[in-house]
């Protein structure tokens, strides 16, 4: 298959109030996102890999454990986190819906304690990588952070909900800040309806 950048279901200032500016979104977006689409394609083309669907590319060379699958494994993986993540996102105030709720209380004791889990998960990641919420295959949610650009398909996981920890992704709005920029991502930015569609 042949990446693409997506369209984002809102503008690049349409975070903003949340606190994502456009200049964060614009070279998020256009600039990283398209490197790893660009560079993807390249890496892909007249490979075994040129037909197969992003997520079979993903799931077979993080698996073949070669170290020449390396390139299109990350930029495969970094452009699938990140089309997640700007559907995980939405403008204006979002709701947890009731069904996602009970499966957090559930699962962490309370909406507050997850919130601190996934804060700690996330401020716990050393260098670059993504915090995740994750449905494992019996059912369960659990927290976890994955290192550069590995993601819960590697696992046999379904991501919930993820949060990019690369410096790229909140230097400008918070600088070094990682813990003030995943409260408020959490808080501000999240589409919690979008969280619930994927249980």
């Excluded at 949340?18 to 996102?33: D, F, I, N, R």
């Excluded at 204006?92 to 998960?121: H, Q, T």
């Excluded at 990682?178 to 501000?188: C, D, K, V």
Aim: net charge negative; glycine share 10%.
């Amino acid at each position: 298959m042949t990446f693409k950048l997506p369209e984002l279901p809102y503008s690049h200032g349409d975070l903003a109030k949340g606190g994502m500016s456009q200049e964060t979104m614009e070279y998020h977006h256009g600039l990283h996102h398209n490197a790893y689409v660009e560079n993807g394609n390249k890496l892909i083309a007249n490979t075994e890999w040129e037909n197969k669907s992003l997520e079979e590319i993903i799931v077979g060379t993080y698996q073949s454990g070669s170290v020449a699958q390396n390139g299109i494994f990350n930029n495969a993986s970094q452009h699938w986190n990140h089309c997640q993540f700007w559907e995980m996102m939405g403008p204006g105030d979002s709701a947890m819906p009731s069904e996602l709720e009970a499966a957090i209380k559930e699962n962490f004791g309370s909406v507050d304690k997850f919130k601190d889990s996934f804060v700690a998960n996330g401020v716990g990641q050393f260098g670059s990588g993504w915090v995740w919420l994750v449905k494992e295959n019996d059912g369960s949610l659990k927290i976890t952070k994955t290192e550069n650009g590995v993601n819960p398909l590697c696992f046999g996981q379904t991501a919930l909900l993820g949060c990019d920890v690369w410096e790229h992704s909140y230097y400008i709005d918070f600088r070094n800040k990682r813990p003030g920029y995943l409260s408020n991502f959490l808080n501000n930015l999240v589409n919690w309806e979008n969280v619930a569609s994927r249980l």
